[in-house]
Every structure is written in C-alpha cells, then in structure tokens.
C-alpha cells in the first residue's frame, strides 16, 4: 500500500506543549470519592449539623452536579460492593449527611447496610446544572462544582451549599499542601517504622534538599 502524503493533514494543538497537565493535578485529598463527587461530599459535611436530628423530616434532597456526573455516577437502585458505591453520587452524599464525613470504611457492607443511607438516596434529586457543565470544560476554570439543599416535610430547607473546587484542585492547592503531607506521612508509616520514616519525610520537608538529591538516593530512601 503506498500512502498518499497529500491527503494528510497537520497535527493542530489545542495549546503549545508545556507545564499544563503538571500545573493541573488534581489531587484526591479529602475524601475517598470517585473525583465528580469531591465537592458533592464537602457539601454534605457542611450540612450534617442542619439535618443530623433531623433525617426522618426530610422531603426531598436536590444535587445540582456537572453533566459527567450526571452520566457517570448518577446511580439508583441496588448497590453491590464498594466500587459500586463509590461511584454512586447518591451514597457519597448521604454518608457524610448522617455522619458528618466519609471514609473508606463507609463503602463497606456493614456500613452499607444502614437503612438510613438508601432512605435518603430514595429522595435525592440529581440535576445538571448548565454553568458547572461549562465550567467544567473550560481549560481556564476545570471546576468541578456541585451544590446540595435538603427540604424538609413541613416546608423549611437548608440553605443550598455550593463548592466549585475541590481541596487538591489547582485553585485550593495551598490548602491541600498540609493535608497532602499529612495523608503522605500517614501512608509510609503504615510501610515503616519511625527509623526509616524520619529521613523520607525530612527529605520532603527541604525542598533545596530534594533538588540536589541524587535520584538513586532518593530512591534509596524506600529501599534501602
């Protein structure tokens, strides 16, 4: 086959090479939540002291979420294993509702098995929300914003919470950095004792240091 070089068209970039996807990490910090939730769940914690009395008063329970969720995580009916929970934006936000916050330990069968989460999951309402879409998909914002309002029986509401960016997007990364450290610090300690935790975080914690570090030093650190 001979290829005809006059039907090819140029390679066209939607920005020049360089730092974007580095200088866009998003790191998962916070909570154990597939991404399109994060700040669906910071929500949720914010409202656990309005609604934590009052959870059999509750009507209805509105999720304005980002198209991508929408189609991704909005999820209904019976829920099989962690993994299915976790990428059900129903259950990550009825956790920390009743609990105030949400840990791994939460996608687990036994905490699963509380009736009260599937209670509330049955009155939540998942809706796109145009701006977040578009936000969402803009190179210059790369939001990924949610909002949750809870209405009760007898008329009242909370007031509807809003979070655009989650904490270890590039907008909260300042934020992030401590819990970052923290979550880092408590990982190697699971692997090793005080003696070898001591030089890696000291490491960390120089950052002159760490650039004039030698590479097979560096990795000298975890297996040495």
């Known amino acids: 086959m001979t290829l005809d070089w006059r039907h090819l068209k140029p390679v066209v970039l ?44 509750i009507e209805k329970i509105v999720v304005e979420t980002q198209e991508s969720a929408v189609r991704i995580i909005d999820k209904t009916g019976p829920l099989k294993n962690p993994a299915d929970r976790d990428h059900c934006i129903q259950y990550m936000v009825a956790v920390p509702l009743i609990h105030g916050t949400l840990t791994a330990e939460h996608y687990e069968d036994k905490a699963a098995a509380d009736p009260r989460i599937d209670a509330l999951r049955a009155k939540m309402v998942v809706v796109e929300e145009k701006r977040y879409s578009v936000d969402y998909l803009d190179p210059q914002k790369r939001s990924i914003a949610n909002a949750v309002q809870v209405f009760f029986k007898d008329g009242t509401k909370t007031e509807r919470v809003e979070v655009e960016y989650p904490v270890g997007h590039r907008r909260r990364l300042a934020e992030a950095v401590p819990l970052l450290k923290a979550k880092f610090e408590r990982a190697i300690g699971v692997r090793f004792d005080a003696t070898r935790v001591r030089p890696i975080t000291a490491a960390f914690s120089d950052e002159n240091r760490m650039d004039a570090m030698h590479v097979n030093d560096f990795v000298g650190l975890f297996t040495g």
């Open 14 to 57: 939607e920005r020049p090479l360089g730092f974007y996807v580095m200088e866009n990490v998003l790191f998962k910090v916070s909570f154990p939540a597939e991404f399109h939730a994060q700040t669906a769940v910071e929500c949720a914690v914010a409202l656990h002291p309005k609604v934590r009395g009052k959870l059999e008063a």
